[in-house]
């Protein structure tokens, strides 16, 4: 699974060439300043960057689709637990390390006990209970009996399987059974914990344990050897058609950081409803440009090859129906995997490898198909390698050098024997200079009103967004809300006692969830996409104010006193080394506000809800005893309840709309948008000091005797015939990647 395009070697040279000019540099003042220091650094930083860098794979596809198995196959052991009943329980990140290591990160306490509030919210909670409730801490004896109370009353007056399998059902179970395997591994603040050596196979206990993984915040795994690649990392997904708004979030926040995925699905089952369900909710983030499918077949379930490729038909089909058009790969993980440890395997399964085996033409077929796939994940991810890992740091150092190469260019003009065209030189960069010290002007002058136009248009479109409702966003929730549907009968309970509590319990979380979804499937991509646009704006902003600076500080009518036109009045600038938002953002921890519409259970609903449940009920109870046949239900008095709890959140969203608004306004674009300005005026008044600096030491040429200036011409022409061989290295590498 190693595939490298360019060498390390190749890297090495040139980054060790590059480093050899910077020293030639050191020796000639008059090109050197205090920018080649950090030249120097980051350059020697190069392999450790690129080697440092992570390209992510993301594995996804619904329960019981072959994930684990394929992520085995793919670094060739059984590193992840799988098999018949295994579950993935928490995504699980895979990279190469230098020994095996299992790396846990447990949630703080304050999150757990948050966790399970949210879960109880709208639980019956009269007397002492709600007190307890509102201070919950699940170390405490009293609230875990309190919790057991909970999920007992709840799986006893619901006794139905399906009713038992909600969210927040079993996050209340999983919460209690993790607790005594956690309650020590687990701190006030975030904890880690580590598995290595002897230890290092009791991570898969703990990754197939939903139990335990409630209680995980992340899980990352290094694995020894040679089989995976160092700048990858793999995660092994949850399966994606989980029923937990909060789990499919998680998935698709990861996906939305990967460079590649890889969706399994089933041969036994193909495509199902939730596999069509997961793959609209991709294609709405915009994620399907890097996807590759695999039809990850079980070889026991197939007669013949015709019957494997009626499958990969019908998968294609109906990928072709959602408009995805990629390529399907249909082959046997767990074949592969067999193959790759057939002689660590146990009797059976050498039997099962032998028994496939004796299928040639599925077998043969399921090959190519593997080898078709190896070429093509081997192919994105050189890409992806050069154009996140490698591209921009060579970029970079080529920017460099060309940027040195002008100034060289300037220089040689400069070492003239040529009395005439010597004052004419100097003349030349006195007006460089003078140039550069009214452009500084200019900048201090007009920065201030030029950003906070910025600003203006940012709040603007903020205002059409969120106030204007131009996207329809707060429309579509509220016409969402209005539409839901609540069935109330299938809530009805056996008991008479609490009954309404609880079905009233279990009708708020199916709304809440319901919500939950309809926000990360329709309104964070529209969100999403708002924020890049606004994003590319404020870059684009910053670009057009560079480029609006990059006044010609040469005159045209000067370019003929240099042997070459130099490329200082064209500069070469890659705007990413200027203002780099995705940088800004990491330096300052910038994150979008995480809650955007939430569903509340507010005391003024909870007031209307049980008024108008008593006020249903009594009269019901008045009208049976006037009418014997009429009897006493829940029904009405619960469709009344849903009614208001739709109703009081269709106001509380807008509250919620508006706080968004705010919170990406104040929190995030204006802290975004001062600190690109701090870094964009420091780059250009640095920029503008190079210049004087520049001007100061090539004065010093023209006191210079016609030996030394003979002497300077040959060591700095050859800087420059290292600098052109270093650029050819450097495109060279370039040519490399893209071919």
């Not at 996807?291 to 089909?317: A, G, M, V, W």
């Not at 003009?413 to 003349?427: I, M, N, R």
């Not at 299938?490 to 809440?512: E, P, R």
């Not at 009269?619 to 009897?631: D, E, M, V, Y």
Request: net charge positive; proline share 2%; glycine share 4%.
């Amino acid at each position: 699974m190693t595939h490298k395009t360019i060498s390390k070697n190749s890297i090495e040279k040139i980054v060790k060439d590059a480093l050899i000019i910077f020293q030639l540099v050191e020796d000639i003042p008059q090109l050197w300043d205090q920018s080649f220091n950090t030249y120097k650094t980051n350059c020697r930083r190069i392999p450790e960057y690129i080697s440092e860098g992570r390209l992510k794979i993301a594995v996804v596809g619904v329960i019981k689709s072959g994930k684990s198995t394929f992520v085995n196959s793919l670094v060739g052991k059984e590193l992840v637990k799988r098999g018949a009943g295994v579950i993935t329980s928490i995504t699980t990140r895979i990279r190469k390390g230098r020994k095996n290591q299992a790396t846990f990160y447990f949630k703080s306490w304050d999150d757990i006990n948050f966790q399970i509030q949210n879960a109880l919210l709208f639980f019956p909670d009269e007397g002492t209970d709600n007190k307890l409730l509102n201070n919950f801490d699940i170390r405490r004896k009293n609230d875990r009996n309190y919790l057991k109370k909970a999920y007992q009353t709840l799986i006893q007056d619901f006794p139905d399987k399906k009713a038992q399998i909600r969210p927040e059902i079993l996050l209340i179970k999983y919460a209690i059974l993790g607790f005594d395997k956690c309650k020590d591994l687990v701190n006030a603040d975030e904890n880690i914990i580590r598995f290595k050596s002897r230890e290092f196979d009791k991570h898969k206990a703990y990754t197939s344990d939903p139990n335990i993984a409630f209680y995980l915040k992340d899980v990352c795994i290094d694995v020894f050897g040679k089989s995976l690649d160092p700048n990858l990392e793999i995660a092994d997904c949850q399966g994606a058609d989980s029923t937990d708004p909060a789990q499919l979030e998680q998935i698709l926040t990861y996906l939305e950081s990967s460079n590649l995925i890889i969706y399994c699905i089933s041969s036994r089952i193909g495509l199902r409803q939730s596999d069509i369900t997961f793959l609209n909710q991709i294609k709405n983030l915009g994620l399907l440009e890097n996807i590759i499918f695999i039809n990850n077949c079980d070889l026991t379930e197939h007669e013949n090859l015709d019957d494997l490729i009626k499958i990969e038909t019908s998968i294609q089909q109906t990928l072709d129906f959602l408009e995805i058009h990629p390529q399907i790969f249909s082959f046997s993980s767990l074949y592969n995997l067999f193959l790759n440890l057939e002689s660590k395997l146990n009797k059976k399964d050498k039997n099962r490898l032998k028994f496939w085996q004796e299928e040639k033409k599925i077998v043969q077929y399921c090959d190519m198909k593997t080898q078709e796939f190896n070429s093509l994940f081997k192919q994105v991810i050189d890409k992806n390698r050069h154009e996140i890992l490698i591209s921009n740091h060579l970029k970079r150092l080529d920017i460099i050098i060309d940027q040195l190469d002008q100034k060289i260019d300037i220089y040689l003009d400069l070492l003239s024997f040529d009395k005439a065209k010597e004052e004419s030189a100097k003349k030349t960069l006195d007006n460089v200079v003078n140039n550069s010290i009214r452009l500084e002007a200019i900048v201090d002058n007009s920065f201030k009103g030029v950003v906070k136009g910025l600003k203006q248009d940012i709040e603007s479109n903020l205002k059409n967004m969120f106030i204007h409702d131009d996207k329809a966003i707060l429309q579509k929730v509220q016409n969402h809300i209005l539409t839901m549907v609540l069935d109330v009968e299938k809530y009805k309970s056996k008991t008479n006692a609490s009954g309404f509590n609880q079905i009233l319990y279990l009708m708020f979380q199916d709304f809440k969830r319901g919500l939950d979804l309809f926000v990360i499937e329709e309104v964070k991509p529209e969100l999403k996409r708002f924020v890049q646009d606004q994003e590319a704006k404020i870059t684009l902003y910053f670009q057009s104010l560079f480029d609006s600076y990059q006044i010609d500080l040469l005159k045209p009518e000067h370019y003929s006193q240099f042997e070459t036109d130099s490329k200082l009045t064209h500069p070469k600038v890659d705007f990413k080394t200027s203002v780099d938002i995705g940088n800004i953002k990491k330096i300052m921890g910038l994150n979008l506000p995480s809650i955007i519409f939430e569903a509340k259970y507010t005391k003024r609903i909870k007031t209307n809800v049980f008024t108008g449940f008593s006020l249903q009920t009594l009269s019901q109870i008045l009208s049976a005893l006037f009418n014997r046949k009429s009897g006493v239900s829940f029904s009405p008095g619960l469709k009344t309840a849903a009614l208001k709890i739709k109703k009081e959140n269709q106001k509380i969203i807008i509250d919620q709309f508006e706080q968004y608004h705010m919170n990406l306004k104040t929190g995030y674009f204006f802290p975004l948008i001062e600190a690109a300005t701090r870094d964009f005026k420091e780059k250009t008044k640095e920029q503008f000091k190079q210049y004087q600096f520049f001007k100061e030491e090539m004065d010093k040429l023209f006191y210079l005797k016609n030996d030394e200036k003979k002497e300077q011409r040959k060591k700095v022409q050859a800087i420059k015939y290292k600098i052109k061989s270093l650029s050819c290295d450097i495109a060279s590498c370039s040519k490399i990647s893209k071919s």
